[in-house]
C-alpha cells in the first residue's frame, strides 16, 4: 500500500519561509498529478483549499492566493513532492496535506478547486504563521 508522509511545517513569523516535503513510499512517476491542499483551522473538510498542483509532465498551477510566494516541485529520483513557501501571511496558517491521484488526467490536473479527484492523502502537517 502507497503511503505519502509530509513534513517540514512549523511556526513562523509573518514574512518567513518553509519548505514542506511529502515522501510518496511508490513511484512518485506512477501518478498523473499531486498536489497540495490546505485546511484552516476550524473549518470543515470540505472547504479544503487547492493551493498548488503539479502535473506528471511538470505542469503546475497555483491558486490566486499564493502566487508568486510558493513553488511546488517534485523530484522523481527522490520520489519526493516539495512545496516552497515565501512571505508566509498569518492567512496561510493551516495544515497543509500531500494529495495524488492515479485517475488517468493525462493533459491537465483537475482544477484545484475540485479534490475528490485526488485519491491518496498524506496525513498532513502543520503551518503556523504568527503576525
Known amino acids: 500500500q502507497v503511503h505519502l508522509v509530509e513534513s517540514g511545517g512549523g511556526s513562523v513569523q509573518a514574512g518567513g519561509s518553509l519548505r514542506l516535503s511529502c515522501v510518496v513510499s511508490g513511484y512518485i512517476d506512477g501518478y498523473y498529478c499531486m498536489a497540495w491542499f490546505r485546511q484552516a483551522p476550524g473549518k470543515p473538510v470540505k472547504e479544503r483549499e487547492g493551493v498548488a498542483a503539479i502535473h506528471r509532465d511538470g505542469a503546475t498551477t497555483y491558486a490566486d492566493s499564493v502566487k508568486g510566494r510558493f513553488t511546488i516541485s517534485k523530484d522523481n529520483a527522490k520520489n519526493t513532492l516539495y512545496l516552497q513557501m515565501n512571505s508566509l501571511k498569518p492567512e496561510d496558517t493551516a495544515m497543509y496535506y500531500c494529495?495524488?491521484?492515479?485517475?488517468?488526467?493525462?493533459?491537465?490536473?483537475?482544477?484545484?478547486?475540485?479534490?475528490?479527484?485526488?485519491?491518496?492523502w498524506g496525513q498532513g502537517t502543520q503551518v503556523t504563521v504568527s503576525s
Open positions: 494529495a495524488a491521484t492515479s485517475l488517468p488526467y493525462v493533459r491537465d490536473c483537475p482544477p484545484l478547486s475540485q479534490s475528490n479527484p485526488y485519491n491518496l
